[in-house]
């Protein structure tokens, strides 16, 4: 019975009901059920806020998670389905670089690139011209008559190295024409004026004391004439000179700046430095030298 009047005392006091004088035993049952409704209610209510805590744990503690697969999800799609969206960003991508890539190279190798025209040291020693130590001879500088050098020997032997080295590639090199005195020029260039006129010989002829031939650094290959053009061993010569100090002197379109028409059969020792940088830069020795080659209104 002390239990019964417990349960009851516990029970109006949850009621808002201290006074155990006011039970009433007729509503008892009913007070039963409502007790029931109660508790259950709060039990739900209980249950709620719980899953309500749990879910706003559960968020919490995952939230980056969800966001990583709601990111891979949005970049997986276009990737996999829309081929031409992936494609458009690579391209815009590796172009950017790739345009800052050629800007960097173009400006880079640019400043170097250009090694001519050097710093060009004259120094004319009894009448004979000399640029940075090389012999030069063209329509501005001449020769004085008494200058007979005879064939340079580094020359010769350089021209002979490579004679070698186009026979191993098969070809056939010799010299039509090499040294000439002012006099054989002389001769040779009055004889061309006689034919042609001195406008026309002043093209492919030079006056004498303008022929690089006299300078003994100077040969003919093979056929020294416009039919060599093109050939396999002109194509040979043109790409190997350089290896042994030799230039093509008279380079096709430098016309005006040597003075002379395209002679692919003629070439000049110079030594393997200037050689390669005039021919690897598809220039004439004028352009290199930053010179000029011009007759004076005198000649
Ligand atoms: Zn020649």
């Not at 006074?19 to 009913?30: E, L, M, S, Y």
């Not at 996999?80 to 969206?85: D, F, K, P, R």
């Not at 021209?159 to 090499?178: H, P």
Request: charged residues 25%; negative net charge; contains cysteine.
């Amino acid at each position: 019975m002390d239990n019964n009047n417990d349960n009851e005392w516990f029970d109006d006091y949850f009621e808002g009901n201290n006074n155990t004088d006011n039970i009433d035993k007729d509503t008892r049952p009913q007070k039963n059920t409502t007790r029931h409704i109660r508790w259950g209610a709060i039990a739900i209510l209980v249950l709620i806020i719980l899953l309500i805590a749990l879910l706003v744990f559960l968020i919490a503690v995952f939230k980056d998670d969800i966001k990583d697969d709601m990111n891979k999800n949005t970049s997986d799609v276009p990737a996999g389905a829309q081929t031409g969206i992936t494609t458009t960003p690579p391209t815009t991508d590796t172009t950017d670089p790739a345009r800052s890539d050629t800007t960097t190279t173009t400006t880079e190798p640019e400043p170097p690139k250009p090694p001519y025209p050097v710093e060009a040291d004259i120094e004319v020693i009894d009448g004979v011209t000399y640029i940075n130590g090389i012999l030069i001879v063209n329509k501005t500088y001449g020769l004085p008559e008494w200058f007979d050098p005879g064939v340079d020997p580094v020359a010769q032997a350089k021209l002979e190295e490579m004679y070698a080295a186009a026979a191993q590639d098969g070809l056939t090199l010799w010299t039509a024409s090499g040294y000439r005195t002012y006099e054989e020029q002389r001769t040779l260039y009055e004889d061309y004026a006689a034919v042609d006129g001195y406008d026309a010989a002043d093209t492919y002829s030079a006056r004498p004391g303008h022929s690089e031939h006299e300078t003994g650094l100077t040969f003919d290959v093979n056929d020294p004439s416009s039919t060599f053009d093109g050939t396999p061993e002109a194509q040979w010569l043109e790409q190997h000179c350089a290896e042994y100090g030799f230039i093509i002197r008279y380079p096709k379109g430098k016309e005006d700046i040597t003075g002379f028409m395209y002679e692919s059969w003629h070439v000049r020792y110079v030594g393997e430095e200037v050689a390669k940088v005039v021919m690897e830069n598809g220039i004439c020795l004028e352009e290199y030298f930053g010179i000029t080659s011009v007759y004076s209104e005198s000649e």
